[in-house]
């Protein structure tokens, strides 16, 4: 199986920030690498797939980057909607895999 | 407007079965494949079952398997978790989601908002 592993497991931050998150396989996924952002009590929701392309309606403060076994999600200037918990997860191959989270808090 | 919606969730004994449903409506329900993914109280995402645009293929991690069956009916646009053997690990948050497909590599575009499965004596 593959085992995703996300750096830092929770940060704080303020509103304006830029800050980075980064995701790594235990093996190549090509760009099979998704993020999500879940807020407390809700499902979680699709941010950007394919390592790098930003799904609808999402604000363009979010990218991702990498490929292979290393990625990273970047939020520009953080807005206070922003805090919540990203997962990223791999979509190469079953069983599909989540990383732990990373908890994003208000400073 | 485009939605799933769990339900069947509920406290089932160990050991007993329990299923789950989820209804899709505002797309071609037969045109994604489609996933289930739980969440333990407090704790991260785990993906739990897949299953192909005709229900011909199923995935499942070792966690599950053996014990659980993911269905669907594109007749109804209801996808169907069978959860028999249940444990106490196997309480979480069980979420469908919608596959976005192989084009777009295959994330999970589409949620639920979840149903509960509390495994208790």
């Known amino acids: 199986d593959i085992q995703m592993t996300q750096s830092p497991s929770s940060l704080s931050a303020s509103v304006g920030d830029r800050l980075t998150i980064t995701c790594r396989a235990t093996q190549s996924i090509s760009t099979y690498l998704n993020w999500y952002q879940q807020k407390p009590g809700k499902a979680p929701k699709l941010l950007i797939y394919?390592?790098?392309t930003l799904q609808g309606g999402v604000p363009s403060r979010f990218s991702g980057s990498g490929s292979g076994t290393d990625f990273t999600l970047t939020i520009t200037s953080l807005q206070p909607e922003d805090f919540a918990t990203y997962y990223c997860q791999q979509s190469y191959s079953t069983p599909y895999t989540f990383g732990q989270g990373t908890k994003l808090e208000i400073k | 407007q485009v939605q799933l919606v769990e339900s069947g969730g509920g406290v089932v004994q160990p050991g007993r079965s329990l299923r789950l449903s989820c209804v899709a409506s505002?797309?071609?329900?037969?045109?994604?494949?489609m996933h289930w993914v739980r969440q333990a109280p407090g704790k991260g995402l785990e993906w739990v079952a897949l299953?192909?645009?005709?229900?011909?293929?199923?995935y499942y991690p070792d966690s599950v398997k053996g014990r659980f069956t993911i269905s669907r009916d594109n007749s109804k646009n209801t996808l169907y978790l069978q959860m028999n053997s249940l444990r106490a690990e196997d309480t979480a948050i069980y979420y469908c989601a919608r596959d976005l497909g192989f084009t777009y590599g295959r994330p999970f575009d589409l949620w639920g908002q979840g149903t509960m499965v509390t495994v208790s004596s």
């Open positions: 505002g797309f071609t329900f037969s045109s994604h494949s």
């Open positions: 394919a390592a790098s």
């Open positions: 299953i192909s645009l005709d229900g011909g293929n199923k």
